[in-house]
Nanobody, 124 residues
Framework: QVQLVESGGGLVQPGGSLRLSCAAS????????MTWYRQAPGKQRELVAI???????VYADSVKGRFTGSRDNAKNTVYLQMNSLKPEDTAVYYC??????????????????WGQGTQVTVSS
């Protein structure tokens, strides 16, 4: 079974830093673009960062210059380094894989796979 698991969230003070990880587990051949989203209470889910299969990145204006996305294809993991955190960054952060090619006896495509999220709280 293939799944995504986010980790690294927690409580930090304004100006602090966190590094989030999203690891894909299971029998995987390859993963295409992976994307970080966040959702604050009472708000719609917001796209935060896109990390392409080759490590290219695009960021939302709200986090540009503060957040850095990266990936390690050998580990099937993407990261989100968050610096200079603000209270408005408080949200549950999710990762998404647009397309995964599985391996093993039953090779198949998995589309639009989501993790369960990790809570980030920025407060003094």
């Amino acid at each position: 079974q293939v799944q995504l698991v986010e980790s690294g969230g927690g409580l930090v003070q304004p100006g602090g830093s966190l590094r989030l990880s999203c690891a894909a587990s299971g029998s995987i051949s390859s993963i295409n673009t992976m994307t970080w989203y966040r959702q604050a209470p009472g708000k719609q889910r917001e796209l935060v960062a896109i990390i392409t299969s080759r490590g290219g990145t695009v960021y939302a204006d709200s986090v540009k210059g503060r957040f850095t996305g990266s990936r390690d294809n050998a580990k099937n993991t993407v990261y989100l380094q968050m610096n200079s955190l603000k209270p408005e960054d408080t949200a549950v952060y999710y990762c998404n894989a647009d397309r995964i090619l599985t391996s093993g006896p039953n090779i198949r495509w998995l589309n639009d796979l989501w993790g369960q999220g990790t809570q980030v709280t920025v407060s003094s």
